[in-house]
Structures are given as structure tokens and as C-alpha cells.
């Protein structure tokens, strides 16, 4: 079990907003940035937010993260098809002294 | 065009050692922390270590004591070396590069297409 804590599975429809979310603690999340990836199976992961809420050049600003205290959220708006994938929330842990990852969302695209 | 090739993966046995390297080109491979993540058959992703632009190293509690990271930037490459390996151990293996601007944050900009490391008897 993962020490960030993100719902296994999400779905939308084309056009829907969807929100997956991240849980964790003060020694991670709430004292370090959070960093999302997308990963299409197959494929290496793609870096989609760092520091809660910024986006690498390239990546749409259909993609957004916010954070609040101990918990961060990734939102996908105006959903399109190609966004089926497995998305990971990742920060740094003070306690262990290393990066950990959530056990991942799949998302669904129905 | 910034690339990271990954190498050294295949069989081994459980007890078995394995060197990974990862090749990188199209960057200044010195002033970047590199990471090694990976990710076992169906399974979420996994940090696994990490090497800074001024060598200070982390490890995942998981591999502590077994796996050893090292750079050599005369040729812009990273390795991993794999001792005293468990079944729990097999998986793709990723080297990643971090944001220039960070010094521990897990915000990895580039991967390699991975190699994949069986451990088996």
C-alpha cells in the first residue's frame, strides 16, 4: 500500500471534467511539492504537473493540479479520448528522505 | 534532442547481480540529478534512486543496502548496479532526468524507454 493514497479508478465522458485525487501527509505532500504523471500503458510516464501546478511546456492547459494542506488533486477538463491512461501523484518525503509515488488512477474514458 | 538509453537489463537468478546503465545525450548530463524508477508487471511505479549533479545519493527503503547508483559524466552515463536480487525485483527499470531546478523534488522531465530486469530461477 502506497504511503500517498490515490483512488484506483476514475472514468468520464468526452467533455466531462474529471478530478483524481491524492492523500498523503505532513512529511510529504503537505511540506513538498506534488508532481503528476500521465503514463499510457506501454510507455515510459510523462511528466504533466510539477510544483502542484505548473505544466511543462507542451502539455494543454486542459490539465491542472491544485493542493491543500495534505492532499493534491488533478483535474482534467473538456475530456478527449486520448486521455485514457494511468495517472500518478509523486513528492518527496522528508521522513524516508526519498521521492515516493501514489499507487496510481486508471482513467477511463467511456 | 534530449535521449536516455537504458541498458543491461535480462534474466537473473534469485541472489543474482545485474548492471544497469543508462546512456544520456542532448543535454548537459553533469548538472542534472538522474533517477532510477521502476515499475513491476501490472504494477504502479516505484522510486528507486537517485543521484544528484553533486553526487549525494537516496535510495528507496526496498533496495537499500542491495543496489549501488553511480554517474560517470566523462560519459554521460548512469548506472545501477543490482546485488543479492529478489523475485520482488523484477520490472522495467526507467532512468529519469529531474528538473534542473530541483534538488529532491520527483519532478522528472525525461525517461528512457526502460529495460526490463527478470529475476527468476
Known sequence: QSVLTQTPSASGTPGQRVTISCSGSSS?????TVNWY???????????????????SGVPDRFSGSKSGASASLAISWLQSEDEADYYCAAWDDSLNGSLFGGGTKLTVL | EVQLVESGGGLV???????????????TFSSYSINWVRQAPGKGLEWVSSISATNYIYYGESVKGRFSISRDNA????????????????????????RIEYTYAPAFDYWGQGTLVTVSS
Open chain 1, 28 to 32: 510529504n505532500i503537505g511540506g513538498n
Open chain 1, 38 to 56: 500521465q503514463q499510457v500503458p506501454g510507455t515510459a510516464p510523462r511528466l504533466l504537473i510539477y510544483n502542484d501546478n505548473q505544466r511543462p
Open chain 2, 13 to 27: 537468478k534469485p541472489g543474482g547481480s545485474l548492471r544497469l546503465s543508462c546512456a544520456a545525450s542532448g543535454f
Open chain 2, 75 to 98: 560519459k554521460n552515463s548512469l548506472y545501477l548496479q543490482m546485488d543479492s536480487l529478489r523475485a520482488e525485483d523484477t520490472a522495467v527499470y526507467y532512468c529519469a532526468r529531474r
